[in-house]
Nanobody, 127 residues
């Protein structure tokens, strides 16, 4: 049974940084995508970034390029999201997600591409 568990959320002032981690169990992570999504109050869940397993490629929403970095730790079966220069509008619940299809990169920011989801971790950006 695949399980994902996020950690690292919290409160930060605008311009600050946070690092989220997602521990994956029950999965060999041999292919597919490991993604991060955000659901802000009153908005739909949206893709933030994803790591394409096996290729080293990563994909980012335009709004976070240059500020967010997604990375994998193969030894510990984790995926992390380093978020710098955070903005108030990036407040929300951040979810880690797993897509197993080798073609997940084509739809990396679609929630329908992902089968497994974590419970989410709250990120609040406020002064």
């Amino acid at each position: 049974q695949v399980q994902l568990m996020e950690s690292g959320g919290g409160s930060v002032q605008p311009g600050g940084s946070l690092r989220l981690s997602c521990a994956v169990s029950g999965d060999t992570l041999s292919s597919g995508c490991l993604g991060w999504f955000r659901q802000s109050p009153g908005k739909e869940r949206e893709g933030v970034a994803t790591a394409y397993v096996g290729s080293g490629y990563s994909y980012y929403a335009d709004s976070v390029k240059g500020r967010f970095t997604v990375s994998r730790d193969n030894a510990n079966n984790t995926v992390s999201l380093q978020m710098n220069n955070l903005k108030p509008e990036e407040t929300g619940v951040y979810y880690c997600a797993r897509a197993t299809s080798p073609s997940c990169w084509r739809f990396w920011d679609s929630i329908r591409a992902y089968t497994y989801w974590g419970q989410g971790t709250q990120v609040t950006v406020s002064s």
